[in-house]
């Protein structure tokens, strides 16, 4: 079984940067492929970006170069790096693993305004 939990989110003004965490417990992280999804309010839960256990990344288009998806495997923690930030990046963010199962974190919002 694996437990998520995200952290890091909260309220930027555009332009601005924020770090998410997903802290992942047991000790088959280093195994694990790891995703971020984000759910804007009124619309589906969309994948952000990918990272492999080898730390191959896939990003969705309108991310790439905004931001930045990265592991620690030492410390079993997932992280987003998210700069450049826009209104339209407003959303709950969520890390994501599939082990048998599709495992979610708990969600963290991520509020862009001025």
């Known amino acids: 079984q694996v437990q998520l939990v995200e952290s890091g989110g909260g309220l930027v003004q555009p332009g601005g940067s924020l770090r998410l965490s997903c802290a992942a417990s047991?000790?088959?992280?280093?195994?694990?492929?790891m995703s971020w999804y984000r759910q804007a309010p009124g619309k589906e839960r969309k994948l952000v970006a990918t990272?492999?256990?080898?730390?191959?990344?896939v990003y969705a288009d309108s991310m790439e170069g905004r931001f930045t998806i990265s592991r620690d495997n030492a410390k079993s923690t997932l992280y987003l790096q998210m700069n450049s930030l826009k209104p339209e990046d407003t959303a709950v963010y969520y890390c994501?693993?599939?082990?048998?199962?599709?495992?979610w974190g708990q969600g963290a919002q991520v509020t862009v305004s001025s």
């Open positions: 990272i492999t256990p080898t730390g191959s990344t």
């Open positions: 047991g000790n088959i992280f280093r195994l694990l492929t």
């Open positions: 994501y693993a599939p082990w048998g199962l599709d495992y």
